[in-house]
């Protein structure tokens, strides 16, 4: 059906059907493409898109085809907040993306830069019939603010238009029950000339952030626009709250996507766009650590993915951070509003301090009961995606509230897994109310003696879109099949033995210090029995930072990681995005993995099983999935 589209050949919607759903960033715009920022995305779109076994979508296929309009199912844009996927897609000269519903971050990207998206499927017969659509139609259903920006042409020309005069009005005090989201939201609202400072769900809005962070596949994007739009030097707002991160390309030219592809001088480039941005502005920046730097490092240079930094640094429990990331809501493990936001809108926030958002529902996830020994949050989260109501986007641009006795015992560390594979959950940020886990993790591990005030706290009789409850004693060890993160089924239903080439513990999501406690705890077994990484199989382990390193250091564990065979790596996302060593060179290859998604070419053209800590250490060591539990059986 793709290749007939891509040849001109008119098909009827009914012939198409069942349309394609979860089509991914990662599928528009993989990886490597990345290391472009302007007009060259135009040759690139949908070129990870797979259909079956194929690849059908190449390189200037849709500019060379005309389309306009792509139509497609449920969760459009599921994935990494990237604005470089809307962006290819207009800059190919795509006009308009239908779809049955959308992920939050994709569509608001698509909004910042004029690309229209809808849910009207009746447009599709009008456009075949060439009817002329009246802008209204296309932003027919949207809030107010999104129609606006449309209307525009997108975030910048309406900052220019509209944001000159912002308003930080009191918190008011609001006598119904409110959630500690809304709470939140309320003390860092901004009034505008289209927008109220006290917005009801569903309404467009923008608030002021007490944290903005960027990393190196978005700030030459970012540079690029501004100057473009305002010219040099630009007068950056509250330049002191704004971080830079070098998190991604550590490893780049050990990313066989990359080398193949003779992209890492780009990803130089890229790099050195952000340095000299960070440079000209004085903008504080965290640089990436290699082999070399780290054997020579004295304990002051600190490095590493920029949500587990962020957490480890900055973020504080009442805040409101925003990162251009899916997976910033890492840090509202610590009680604070934090989510990803696309290049133009942190373009934007760099210069007028004004963070764009349409205001969420919040779902309560309450999980009762104690865990199984071996289950860990990452096991949580895979049941969590694997349940029908997400499976349908039930939680699609939802707050995720997490409480319950299963997250009152959980550390701050596990937590994080939770509100940070709230990107896979399709949700706006997840959140759990700060408390004495909360004030132990800030003294322990950044010297702060925090109070927590009173107003932190969801209210008794808050209003919630739905509340689903989840019998922790019910969870087991869980994997989640090749090809999307809601693949998750139990580990012991999984159909006979998967053998595995490939074991990698690491990324934001499980390069955490309490993940290496659950590597070491399995690998440390291994070893005292002398056991290795099976024949085969190759074994990574990737620090989430250099705190996280030198815990392991100061615990001993790296003795046990050296003995079993397991490759050791700096604080990097590496093979999580396609950027380093982990990832699978063939598509026979197998590999078992902590990262948070296994999206069709993500990992390299190989299968991706995800799992929890310990399962991917266990089965680094037996040569295929297994539990920590089915290893220690077969060796009594």
């Not at 927008?195 to 569903?202: K, L, R, Y």
């Not at 490939?502 to 290496?516: H, L, M, P, Q, V």
């Not at 999580?576 to 060179?585: D, I, M």
């Not at 995800?610 to 089915?630: D, H, K, N, Q, R």
Request: charged share 20%.
């Amino acid at each position: 059906m793709v290749e007939q589209s891509l040849q001109g050949e008119p098909l009827e919607l009914a012939d198409a059907l069942p349309l394609r759903d979860d089509v991914s960033t990662d599928e528009i715009t993989p990886l490597p493409i990345l290391t472009h920022y302007d007009d060259k995305l135009g040759r690139y779109p949908y070129t990870g898109f797979k259909a079956g076994e194929a690849f059908p979508i190449g390189t200037d296929a849709i500019r060379a085809s005309g389309i306009e309009v792509v139509v497609a199912g449920r969760r459009y844009g599921k994935g990494s907040s990237r604005e470089h996927s809307p962006t290819a897609e207009k800059a190919a000269g795509v006009r308009l993306v239908i779809a049955e519903s959308f992920e939050r971050l994709y569509r608001q990207n698509a909004d910042n830069i004029g690309l229209f998206t809808s849910t009207d499927f009746g447009l599709v017969a009008r456009i075949r019939a060439g009817e002329a659509i009246p802008v209204e139609d296309l932003v027919a259903g949207r809030d107010a603010l999104a129609a606006a920006i449309l209307k525009s042409g997108g975030l910048l020309r309406f900052g220019q238009q509209f944001m000159r005069d912002i308003t930080v009005p009191p918190d008011a005090q609001d006598a119904r029950p409110r959630t500690l989201f809304e709470k939140i939201v309320a003390r860092h609202a901004l009034a505008t000339e289209l927008t109220q400072a006290h917005p009801a769900p569903g309404d467009g809005a923008f608030v002021r952030a007490d944290l903005r962070f960027i990393h190196e596949y978005y700030t030459g994007m970012a540079a690029h626009m501004l100057h473009a739009t305002f010219g040099r030097p630009l007068v950056l707002h509250d330049a002191d709250s704004i971080v830079v991160f070098e998190d991604h390309t550590s490893y780049v030219a050990e990313s066989p996507a990359h080398v193949r592809g003779g992209l890492v001088p780009n990803v130089h480039r890229m790099v050195e766009a952000q340095r000299e941005f960070a440079a000209a502005y004085g903008l504080r920046s965290h640089r990436t650590l290699t082999e070399e730097q780290a054997a020579m490092d004295d304990g002051t240079n600190v490095a590493g993915i920029s949500h587990a930094m962020v957490a480890e640094h900055y973020a504080l429990p009442g805040q409101l951070v925003v990162g251009t990331d899916s997976h910033t809501p890492h840090s509202g493990a610590l009680g604070c509003v934090a989510f990803g936001i696309g290049t133009t809108d942190m373009a934007n926030a760099f210069v007028t301090g004004a963070v764009r958002l349409t205001v969420p529902q919040a779902l309560k996830i309450v999980l009762d009961g104690t865990l199984a020994a071996g289950v860990t949050a990452k096991d949580v989260v895979l049941q969590l995606l694997a349940l029908p109501f997400v499976r349908e986007g039930g939680g699609v641009g939802n707050v995720f509230e997490f409480t319950g006795d299963v997250v009152r015992r959980m550390t701050i560390d596990e937590r994080a897994t939770l509100t940070n594979m709230t990107a896979e959950l399709g949700g706006f940020t997840g959140l759990v109310a700060p408390d004495a886990e909360t004030v132990r993790f800030l003294r322990e591990r950044r010297g702060i003696d925090f109070e927590i005030e009173p107003w932190m706290r969801s209210d008794d009789g808050a209003v919630y879109a739905s509340t689903l409850f989840i019998d922790g004693t019910q969870i087991p060890p869980m994997v989640a099949a090749p090809g999307d993160p809601g693949n998750g089924l139990p580990l012991a239903a999984v159909d006979g033995p998967v053998r595995i080439d490939i074991a990698y513990g690491g990324s934001c999501t499980a390069g955490k210090r309490e993940d290496f406690d659950h590597y070491h705890a399995v690998l440390r077994w291994a070893a005292d029995r002398g056991l290795k990484v099976a024949p085969g199989v190759d074994l990574y382990l990737q620090f989430g930072t250099t705190a996280v390193r030198d815990h392991c250091v100061a615990a001993g564990y790296m003795d046990a990681f050296e003995r079993v065979g397991a490759r050791i790596l700096q604080p990097s996302c590496g093979a999580c995005g396609n950027c380093g060593p982990g990832g699978s060179v063939r598509a026979d290859q197998v590999t078992v993995s902590a990262i948070n998604r296994n999206f069709p070419g993500r990992g390299g053209p190989g299968k991706v099983w995800l799992a929890s800590p310990p399962t991917v250490a266990a089965s680094a060591i037996a040569g295929e999935l297994v539990s920590f539990a089915a290893l220690q059986a077969r060796h009594p």
